[in-house]
């Protein structure tokens, strides 16, 4: 439903009329309403695909830090269990004849 109007003398006070002018948004434009609120729709939902990927890709560094995290401490765990496994065997060698 987009429509052009003719020569406009001045910008600020267009001859149409305000309803008109109402519906077809800027009317010294040439704008239609509904395809502007179809460009707003097409933009809000790119926005807000744009941020859920955003906020998946962050979830999903951030689990794979943990998980880096995890394995890191589980490998520092094991190396003082066996550090403290030799000593005692050490210890108890020392002690037996």
Known sequence: MSFVIG??????NPTLSGSVKAMH???SLGG???AKKKRK???????RKKK???KKRKKKKKKK???????????KKKEQDDSAAQI???RKKTVLP
Do not use: Q, V, Y
């Open 88 to 90: 005692t065997w050490r």
């Open 52 to 54: 859920r990927k955003k």
């Open 65 to 75: 830090k943990k998980k880096k995290k995890k394995k890191k401490n589980k490998k």
């Open 41 to 47: 729709k097409k933009r809000k939902k790119k926005r």
């Open 32 to 34: 239609d309403i509904l």
């Open 7 to 12: 020569e406009i003398e001045n910008k600020n």
């Open 25 to 27: 948004g800027s009317a």
